[in-house]
């Protein structure tokens, strides 16, 4: 009995420095943050907020939410994927010509990829937004908002600073969750500094574009300037990794 108890106090000591040591060599968010490799949202008194669209562009509905976004003069940052960029060049232009902010969201948008796949994805997509608009992106978004620091470090080895959102700002606008719903998140949650989550493809984005004829008034009306995610960083002094 002595030697059994003595067995399972070794056992639980074990299990305690396995998991000590996984936990202590997992690089989480404050390290990420700290090293300037990515961003969340940034901390700010000024009434700023950055609207960000994955999985563009849309023939549809980022023609759409261009037209909104001009009306309120709301400069919004758009994670486009390379293969669609090529598909609709004139979305792109238009996007560079409103002066919104053109960022990477891979080639294909892999659900999981290789590290040497990666790279190519953002290569390609890269080339893709460099030759409509003349001007390389340098912010990366992973699919799925999923990452690890594989994935990471080789953004950050191709020039990209990583951008994720907001946590309590994910609008989940492609579930289609009612276009008040949407309206409520963003209305009753927007923060300064914060960065929004929407989608103007990939699906039935009617909810998306109703949903951001009343956030837009509603947030201007509440004093905030919408800017890009660069913009939002230069005016913070965010550490930018070069
Ligand atoms: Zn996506």
Redesign the pocket.
Known sequence: MKFLSLKIVFVLILLFSITYVALATEKGRPYYEEKGYVLWEVKTDEKLIALTF??GPDKTYTAQILDLLAQYDAKSTF?V?GERAEKFPDLVRRLDDDGHEIAN?TYT?PYSTTTDNLKQELKKTNDVIRDITGTAPFLY?P??GSYNERMINTAVQSGYKVVMWSWHLDTKDWKRPGVQNIVSMVTSGAKPGNIVLF?DA?GDRSQTVAALKQILPALQKQGYTFVTVSELMDRTSVKVHH
């Open positions: 994955d999985d994670f994927i969201h948008h978004r699919v799925g989608h990939g």
